[in-house]
């Protein structure tokens, strides 16, 4: 009796908040998971129940198994776990919802703490000893620069979330996010809508820092805007002098726009505001990792329209699409293992999944090693309904499937749509590796879902 | 009259030097070594898989910096916590030469040993002014300037300029290896290969003068000056030296990577290498290559397992502790003492005599005397 | 060449980093010459009471509660090291007993590792209600935990150099650590002295830790290898001064700080501990040899 009368309040409440435009729906997990099962499941029946991830609702897969398999790096100070698990949540779900035609998906996940040794024997061990026959789900500080020879040579097309330079420009990787050069450009593009008077960019002192800055110096340059590119060696311990020597570079005209991983770039804001100094800037903008309510809601109001944050796939928390329910609801039933809950990191794993399934239903016959990534190579214009654009893999080159992006601010504890400017904005072709890959792959047409 | 071996033998000894060259003291001993060296080099690569060859590689490239901590710690009493740092100059040394000279592996090798040594010897020659606590700790000083100043200068990644690093790079071409050793198993055996010299070059140093001088520092230093030994060049000897071996242990280890990365050396790797050189055992040869399995190869089968990286730094924390307390000679120097005692409780309980004199449970007759080999008490 | 508007500010965000190395570098020295220990693990121990408090304060304890558990869980830890390793490692080599502590720290770090994994996104942070409010100077705002950081390592050095010297618990502290076995014959009783000392130094390294959760990061190898910079300046104290380790870590604190606008080097202003330490500590020693005795004066 007292739970059925708990679940039916807290269906209505639900039912409420889902309604209003602006929804203020949780975003951390524990919210959604501490309510009871019966009302969780029975609300996303009014939006979307799981099962629509697979084309035999309740079915579970028997088959013989699909093994695929993702290398993430895990270590202290850096996780990107919570991308591989969550696309490990969608094939599960796929598993109970019928499989790939019967078959289940036997997903291999593999963390490295980012030693380029480990991270070959890693590769060589989902080969020749678990047999994979795709990869997805890699998201790791250098795997792309270590293992991208070896996927080549074993014809693997592997779908990631890129990080390092060359899970952009190798024709073996593809990735569903932009990466920090391409996220930053998306910063920095929005920062010049804003008019300031110089540009002042900092990110952390990793590999490839000049790669990374060459986008945005570029994009700044085509504006007539001075820019100065600093990097700060992570982890950044004396966040104080670093937000005064920016605010002190920028003036009170200027932008700053920071680059970093979250821990480092909220204590770089988190300085700035109790030094009382984050008001002598124009505005601060950031490359993607910003981007969680979580970081919002640690700075409080009064960054509120202040900072402006590149989002390289769509805002959860103000979409109300099939796809995106489907995503929390997954998030919700398998996500078990996914500690950040709704944010990038897990959109990017549900993409990535989407994109396998994708694949991998449309492959006749066995599964092997050439058909699958031959199907992922083929696969074109798809709507994922978490980016900007379709996305593409294709035979090109290099890849940038997705090089169009949303940009949000902070709103009072949460990570909302700019309001000017902050729909999908094309990243400005000044940067010469967007321009030749638009040269290659044209430009994709709308996700009919985007905003 | 042919002269015989011995007879030189006998000839040197009186002499007052021993050859260093002679028949080896413990011949069983030794050809159990060679055996065992025979069969990593030969038998073991076939019989990895790819996942173990990799760390197998690190171990033995590991095992030559464990050999130059545990000859400053066990053999001069020289704590250094800055190794890890060591390691990186012989990374960066090698990567440099390899990605800006066509010069062969072998010499770069070498060469980034001699300039590991040099800038070893450079920190040496004023730190050496210290003892003991002071020591290690600017050791671990130095090393946590020289973690900052590669970190910034980041290591080389095939650009051009003294720092080799292109920061725009969109390809990074890897590290080259040497032509004979293209494959992973192939390397595997040429790390083998320059670990078997570099233990052979220390063991080279153990038997002759330094060897001695330093037996006598470590015993005690004012003793050793008494007796006319010049301590601080023989520490700076032996300073040289391990900055050499691990140097080259670092250029080996950059074309093992084949990609550098500063973040590939954390500030806890020193911390953990006189960990495991500890635990190892700092007084043998034998402690080294424990201590570089240890750290090398028990993360790669705990991966395996699926168990977390972070129970290692409790062992490894434990053994610290263990060691310092209770088993000061490690792991090496105990492990044969523990199988010795183990092996004579189990003779005990096969030949004692049983209580209802069951035949055959006994040995030979007059089981009661033969029922205490050993003798000693565990 | 910055203008001095814009040093100034970097000299008020050195004194707070100077706070920051004073706090663990004081409580260094003080355990020294207390226990004849260098406490290795401070910095890993304060780490740990620091989760410990944020683990609390996710439950929704009140935050008092949490913060009296760091520093008491500091104090425990440290008492069960010294009680179970003090004596085993009595009579060794300074040198041994710090290698010790590093083991201590290997374990603590590794147990933090396991307990609180990394996270994507979500970073695990502690504030203090001392973070709101402050005073301005130099257009920056300070606030009440920067000077309590500083603060606390005043008084510390203070407090401690005169209960060292002046009170009987004090001075025979200071007696153990020279020579257990002697004190022990002259009627002090040595383990309870000898746990004074431990769960004293420990509870400053719970303080300590949760002070420097909140002021840099709640990341378990940032907070446990923050020792080392702390180090540098105990060491420039030659592990004897207080007044002298205080004097160092603030100067450090200023020098990074102020090295920040010079593009050239603000990149390797993070050496700052390690330079200045080496340098005072090859001064010191140009011309005669520094070694710790097992009998170290006071």
Partial sequence: ?????????????????????????????????????????????????????????????????????????????????????????????????????????????????????????????????????????????????????????????????????????????????????????????????????????????????????????????????????????????????????????????????????????????????????????????????????????????????????????????????????????????????????IGSFSQMGFTEAELMVKALESVQGDYTVASVNAAIKALKDVNTGMLCQQWTYGSYSSHLPNNMDYTTTANNGQMTLAPSGGGCTLISANDPQVAAYRAQAGTAPLDPTST | MTVTKSDSAAAAAAAGRRPLLRRPDKPVQ???????????????????????????????????????????????????????????????????????????????????????????????????????????LITLMFAGAITVVLATVNFPNGGGGFTGYNGGSLHIPPIRRPSIAGTESAYFRYAVVVAIIMFVLVYAHLRTRPGRAWAAIRQSEPAALAAGINTWFYKLWAWALASFITGVAGAVLAAEYQHLYSINFATQDSIILLAVVLMGGVYTLWGAVIAALLMQLLPGWLQSLGVSYAWLDILFGIGVLQVLTTAPTGIADQFPKDMKRLGRFLWRQVHRPSARGAPGTSGPPGAPAAGSPGGGAP | MPSWSELEQFLVSGLALGGVYALSGVGLVVLYRATGVLYLAFGAVGALGAFLAYQMIQ?????????????????????????????????????????????????????????????????????????????????????????????????????????????????????????????????????????AAWFGCGVLAGFAGLLLADLVQLEPATLTFLVISSLAAALIGQLRSITVTFIAAIVIGVVHDLLTPFTALTNYRDMTPFVLAAIALLWVSRHRQIMTRSREEG
């Avoid at chain 1, 708990?6 to 997990?29: E, I, K, M, N, T």
């Avoid at chain 1, 770089?268 to 979580?294: H, M, R, Y």
């Avoid at chain 1, 796809?323 to 809950?341: C, D, E, F, P, R």
């Avoid at chain 2, 250094?80 to 990605?99: C, E, F, P």
């Fill in chain 3, 59 to 195: 439950a929704s304890a009140p935050g008092w509660a949490a913060w009296i558990v760091c520093i008491l869980f500091g104090g425990v830890v440290t008492l069960i090291y010294g009680t179970i390793f003090g004596p085993a490692l009595a009579g060794r080599d300074p040198l041994v007993r710090a290698v010790a502590t590093l083991g201590l720290t290997l374990i603590l770090f590794g147990a933090m590792e396991l307990l609180w994994p990394p996270t994507s996104g979500a970073t695990r942070s502690i504030s203090l209600p001392t973070d709101n409010g402050g005073f301005t100077v130099a257009g920056l705002q300070v606030t009440w935990t920067q000077v309590i950081a500083l603060g606390a390592g005043v008084v510390l050095t203070i407090g401690t150099g005169a209960f060292l010297r002046y009170t009987k618990l004090g001075t025979a502290m200071r007696a153990m650590a020279n020579d257990r076995e002697i004190t022990a014959t002259l009627g002090v009783p040595v383990r309870r002295v000898e746990a």
């Fill in chain 2, 30 to 136: 030794a050809s159990v070594i060679v055996i065992l060296l025979l069969f990593v080099l030969f038998v073991l690569p076939s019989l990895m898989s790819g996942y173990y060859t990799g760390y197998m590689t690190l171990a033995a490239i590991y095992s030559v910096v464990c050999l130059g901590l545990g000859l400053l710690v066990g053999r001069v009493g020289l704590y250094s916590l800055g190794q890890g740092a060591v390691v990186q100059i012989g990374a960066w040394t090698g990567a440099r030469l390899l990605y800006g000279t066509g010069q062969p592996f072998a010499v770069v090798v070498i060469e980034a040993g001699l300039v590991t040594m040099l800038i070893g010897m450079a920190i040496g020659l004023p730190a050496l002014r210290l003892r003991g606590l002071y020591l290690a």
């Fill in chain 1, 1 to 341: 009796m007292l739970l059925a009368t708990l679940a039916a309040l807290s269906l209505g409440v639900l039912a409420a908040c889902s309604s209003s435009s602006s929804s203020s729906s949780s975003s951390s997990p524990s919210a959604s998971s501490s309510s009871s099962a019966s009302a969780s499941s029975s609300s996303s029946a009014t939006t979307t129940s799981t099962s629509a991830c697979g084309t035999k609702p309740g079915v579970a897969a028997t088959g013989t198994p699909i093994p695929l398999g993702g290398i993430v790096t895990d270590q202290t100070g850096t996780s990107f776990a919570d991308i591989a698990n969550m696309a490990g949540a969608y094939f599960a779900c796929v598993n109970a919802n019928g499989g790939i035609n019967g078959h289940p998906i036997k997903y291999y996940i593999q963390k490295e703490q980012t030693n380029p040794s480990q991270i070959a024997s890693l590769a060589s061990q989902l080969v020749q000893t678990d047999h994979v026959v795709g990869i997805i789900g890699n998201t790791s500080i250098i795997e792309c620069s270590v293992d991208h020879s070896y996927w080549e040579k074993q014809g693997f097309s592997i779908i990631d979330s890129g990080i390092a330079p060359e899970c952009y420009s190798t024709s073996n990787s593809a990735a569903v996010n932009m990466g920090p050069r391409y996220s930053s450009d998306g910063a920095v593009q929005y920062a010049l809508t804003q008019h300031p008077s110089k540009i002042i960019f900092d990110q952390a002192n990793v590999p490839g820092t000049s790669y990374i800055a060459a986008g945005p110096n570029a994009i700044a340059a085509a504006a007539h805007v001075p820019i100065t590119d600093y990097a700060e060696t992570p982890p950044v311990s004396d966040a104080n002098s670093v937000a005064i020597k920016l605010v002190d570079a920028a003036g009170k005209d200027g932008a700053v726009v920071l680059n970093f991983t979250p821990p480092d770039a909220l204590s770089i804001l988190l300085a700035a505001q109790k030094l009382n100094i984050e008001g002598n800037v124009k505005l601060w903008a950031c490359s993607t990792p910003c981007n969680t309510d979580f970081l919002a809601k640690q700075l409080g109001s009064k960054w509120n329209n202040k900072i402006f944050v590149n989002a390289e796939l769509t805002p959860p928390d103000q979409t109300n699409t099939p796809t995106m329910n489907l995503y929390k609801a997954i998030l919700t039933q398998y996500g078990s293992a996914v500690t950040g809950g």
